[in-house]
């Protein structure tokens, strides 16, 4: 069995659809259950498009994807040239507002961080960035943080 897939592509929201499929069939390749495929769609869909919109602003550059299996865990590497951004240090937004006082955008890494068990940002050697977005395997319920 392999224990991993890559892809590499232009981060352009056109591409969002690709990353999808790419991160569904890899996965499900790795016998993967439904339920976490689900979660894990979430997560890199959420980072992919912070990585498009937010890391490269409009710039041309690159994203990478894995998928791969991490002794009991599944994990997606997210990696990019934009910018240095850890994600990981931004604070949960405050659900308990009102809505139309609650600030627009905002809540991708608070859903990235509910739909996984783990999340690891770390610099790349060359300055970009890299997201590891980790879901354990050992069972096909959703462990969703409260």
Do not use: W
């Amino acid at each position: 069995m392999n224990t991993g897939y890559s892809l590499c592509l232009a981060a352009e929201l056109k591409n969002l659809a690709v990353i999808r499929s790419f991160v569904q069939k890899s996965a499900a390749a790795l016998d993967v259950a439904p339920a976490i495929v689900f979660d894990l769609l979430i997560a890199v869909d959420e980072a992919a498009t912070n990585v498009i919109i937010h890391g490269y602003q409009g710039q041309q550059g690159t994203i990478e994807i894995e998928v791969k299996r991490e002794a009991m865990d599944v994990a997606v590497h997210v990696r990019d040239s934009a910018l240095p951004f850890d994600p990981t240090n931004v604070p949960s937004p405050d659900l308990t507002r009102p809505l139309g006082e609650r600030p627009p955008g905002g809540l991708g890494i608070y859903l990235i961080r509910q739909y996984m068990d783990e999340v690891i940002h770390r610099l790349t050697p060359q300055g970009g960035n890299e997201l590891i977005l980790k879901k354990s395997i050992e069972t096909t319920t959703r462990r969703r943080k409260q």
